[in-house]
């Protein structure tokens, strides 16, 4: 059974861009959640998706927003990236809250 | 003050030793309980997953919840080289909905 799946795994990016982030959940989970991890802040919740609804928000800026698609597959999109966007990002799925399964992440480097 | 508190370690043990870790919290609403441990340049993965006050057991691993006390702990016994990685400790107020507070991890050497 594949695990979750994020794309890309590493992106370098300029301040000012920005960025979109993809995430394909474990086959029939409907739960898709997205962290940010820094070595200051630690795992810190951005949002959760749930049968294409956001379910749940943390507190990060407006430039931060997701999606999630009818098959489940998540992107999360972040406008005018600041340097302290640089983070490790990852994806969590779960079948429809629960036991959460997390992706290899995408870190994402700006300068 | 965070609401999930973990001491950041690091924790070195030699090799067969029993390893424990601990997580207080200060948010009484929290009701289901995790262990994950991460890899350096990995995800974390789940190790243990509880509700309910007590002990759980898988293999070598214990969870132990106390919810009167606020306080959670994982247990490794024997453990090996390959159980060097960080570990996090996280939890959520809801089931139903995919919300988790993590700590900070603790990084873990075992020493063969």
């Known amino acids: 059974k594949a695990g979750v799946t994020q794309t890309p795994r590493y992106l370098i990016k300029t301040r000012g861009q920005q960025v979109t982030l993809s995430c394909s959940p474990i086959?029939?989970?409907?739960?898709v959640s997205w962290y940010q991890q820094t070595p200051g802040q630690g795992l810190q919740f951005l949002f959760e998706?749930?049968?294409?609804?956001?379910?749940n928000k943390g507190n990060f800026p407006g430039r931060f927003s997701g999606r999630q698609f009818s098959n489940s597959r998540s992107e999360m999109n972040v406008s005018t990236l600041e340097l302290g966007d640089s983070a490790l990002y990852l994806c969590?799925?779960?079948?429809?809250?629960?036991?959460?399964?997390f992706g290899q992440g995408t870190r994402l480097t700006v300068v | 003050q965070k609401e999930v508190e973990q001491d950041p370690g690091p924790l070195s043990v030699p090799e067969g030793a029993i390893v424990s870790l601990n997580c207080t919290y200060s948010?009484?609403?929290?009701?289901?309980f995790m262990w994950y441990r991460q890899y350096s340049r990995k995800g974390p993965e789940l190790l243990m997953y509880?509700?309910?006050?007590g002990n759980k057991e898988d293999g070598r691993f214990t969870a132990q919840v106390d919810k009167s006390s606020k306080y959670i702990s994982l247990f490794i016994r024997d453990s090996q080289p390959s159980d060097s990685a960080t570990y996090l400790c996280?939890?959520?107020?809801?089931?139903?909905?995919?919300?988790?507070?993590f700590g900070q991890g603790t990084r873990l050497t075992i020493n063969p």
């Open positions: 948010n009484s609403a929290f009701q289901y």
């Open positions: 969590a799925s779960s079948l429809w809250g629960g036991e959460a399964f």
């Open positions: 996280a939890m959520s107020v809801s089931e139903g909905a995919q919300k988790l507070v």
């Open positions: 998706y749930f049968s294409e609804t956001q379910r």
């Open positions: 086959s029939g989970h409907r739960s």
């Open positions: 509880t509700y309910s006050s």
